[in-house]
C-alpha cells in the first residue's frame, strides 16, 4: 500500500494535473489546427498549384498510375506522399506559431517584478567620501 499512497500524492500534485489538462486541450487544439490547415489552408495552396488537393500529391513507387488518389495506390503498393507530408508540416507551423504566440502574450502579462537594487555597503560610501574630499 505504501507505494499506491506515494503514487496518489504524485498523482494529484499540481504539476501534474496541469500537464495533464494540458495534455487534454493542446490534442483538441491540435485538431482545430488540423481542420483548419486541412479544410481552409491547404485548398487554396492546392488551386495555386493545380487545383488538386495537395495531399493527394504523391510519386509512384511500384509502377501505380498516377491519376489514382493516394488511399487507392497505397493499396497498391509504396508511394511518395510527399503532399501529405507538407500539409503536416504546415500544420505543425502554424501550431507552434500560435504556441510561440500564446507564450508571448503570457509572458507580456506576467508582472515585471521591480529590480530592487542592493544596498551599498558602508565600508564602500565611506570610501567614496574620502575619495571625493580628496578631490576637492
Known sequence: MGMMQEFKAFAIKGNVVDL????????????????????????????IFGGLD????????????????LVEAQKLGAVFAYGNFITISINFLILAFIIFQMVRILNKLKKDEPVVEAATPEDIVLLREIRDSLKK
Not at 32 to 39: F, L
Open 20 to 47: 495533464a489538462v494540458a495534455v487534454i486541450i493542446g490534442g483538441a487544439f491540435g485538431k482545430i489546427v488540423d481542420s483548419a490547415v486541412k479544410d481552409i489552408i491547404m485548398p487554396i495552396v492546392g488551386k
Open 54 to 69: 495537395f495531399a493527394n500529391y504523391y510519386l509512384p513507387l511500384n509502377n501505380q498510375d498516377p491519376s489514382l488518389p
